[in-house]
């Protein structure tokens, strides 16, 4: 029990520290080295540390991933501009959407964007986008938006929101914690161009969909916070 838990503080040490990756992969190596080479006595802690080393780089590679997002990074400049004309993003939808009083939330896992319109080249990136849907349309679209499937629409796109009040967490921990790298709005579900996901996606849509209506006949379900049900296309 006591090196599981060690192995999971050696993750969240991973991430909330400032030790880059390649220095702690670099001491799982020298570790697991001395544990060859070490009497027996010594072999099973040096072993232990060796992987301790190993679950600090996957903590410290999963902060700079969540720090660096590519997505962020391409559109910079622009993120920080309000008369910024919209921009398009491609991406597959991580969730079911979800309704809200403004329309619908979409979260959604970018992999290109065309910053001069959608006849512009795309470039590739990584990153996680919500996006806000609004118009009359969502309500009756948000049944299409559902996991794994891919969208492209026009976006007008913004840095998450960092709180700086008193008190408040560091940029850095509220970056780390907030798990989208852009937001963004939408004027209306006309604009969302939906593509079919895998086979697996649309079954897996079908049955969440099932098991949401089944729970609504028993127990009700609240108010703007209702998950698309897949349609078909």
């Given amino acids: 029990m006591t090196a599981p838990l060690c192995f999971l503080l050696a993750v969240v040490a991973g991430v909330l520290s400032d030790v880059a990756p390649e220095v ?13 080479l070490a009497a027996a006595p010594w072999r099973a802690l040096l072993a232990i540390l060796a992987v ?13 991933a969540a720090l660096s997002s590519s997505l962020a990074a391409a559109l910079g400049p622009i993120l920080d501009d309000r008369a910024a004309p919209p921009i398009w993003i491609s991406g ?25 319109g959608v006849r512009s080249p795309w470039r590739s990136v990584r990153g996680r986008a919500q996006i806000g849907v609004g118009g009359m349309l969502a309500e009756s679209a948000v049944s299409g938006w559902v ?12 840095r998450p929101q960092v709180w ?3 008190g408040s967490p560091s940029e850095r921990w509220q970056r780390l ?34 098991v949401r209506a089944a729970l609504t006949d028993t127990v009700g379900a609240p108010r703007h916070s209702r998950p698309a049900s897949p349609r078909p296309f």
């Avoid at 301790?52 to 903590?59: A, K, N, Q, S, V």
């Avoid at 597959?92 to 001069?116: F, Q």
């Avoid at 996991?147 to 913004?158: F, H, L, N, S, T």
């Avoid at 709005?185 to 969909?209: F, Q, Y």
Wanted: proline residues 4%.
């Fill in 92 to 116: 597959v939808l991580h969730d079911d959407a979800m309704v809200d009083p403004d329309g619908a939330r979409l979260s959604i896992d970018v992999d290109r964007v065309a910053v001069d």
């Fill in 147 to 158: 996991r794994g499937r891919r969208v492209v629409m026009p976006i007008q796109a913004k």
């Fill in 52 to 64: 301790g080393c190993l679950c600090m780089t996957h903590g410290a590679r999963a902060r700079e």
């Fill in 164 to 166: 700086r009040n008193p």
């Fill in 24 to 36: 702690s992969i670099a001491s799982a190596v020298a570790a697991l080295s001395l544990a060859i």
């Fill in 177 to 210: 914690r907030r798990g989208v790298d852009l937001t963004g709005s939408v004027k209306s579900a006309a604009l969302v161009v939906v593509t079919p996901g895998s086979v697996a996606a649309e079954w897996g849509a079908r049955i969440r969909a099932h």
